[in-house]
C-alpha cells in the first residue's frame, strides 16, 4: 500500500531510530564514512531534530510526499 504510493515506513527500536534521526540532522563528522553517505543520500537534515523528542514508546514514522489528509483513511484501513 505504501510502496505504491512512493512511501517509505519505518519501524525498529526506539534507540536505534533516535540515534538515526540525531545523526542525520546533525550531518556527522568530516571522515570518509559520512562524506560517502551524504553523498549518496544528500547533506543533513536539521529539521529531523524536531522528532527526537517525540519518539517514545512504540512508533512507526511514514516518510512521503503525500498530503497526510490522502494517507490517514489508507492507514486506518489495513490497521491491525
Do not use: C, W
Not at 42 to 67: H, M, R, S, V
Amino acid at each position: 500500500m505504501l510502496a505504491a504510493r512512493n512511501s517509505k515506513l519505518l519501524i525498529g527500536k526506539n534507540t536505534v531510530i533516535r540515534k538515526v534521526v540525531e545523526l542525520r540532522s546533525a550531518g556527522g563528522d568530516n571522515n570518509a564514512k559520512f562524506k560517502e553517505f551524504y553523498q549518496k543520500h544528500g547533506g543533513p537534515i536539521p529539521e529531523l531534530k524536531n522528532l527526537a523528542p517525540l519518539i517514545k514508546g512504540k512508533i512507526g514514522l511514514i516518510f512521503t510526499d503525500e498530503l497526510v489528509f490522502d494517507l490517514k483513511p489508507a492507514l486506518e484501513a489495513n490497521k491491525l
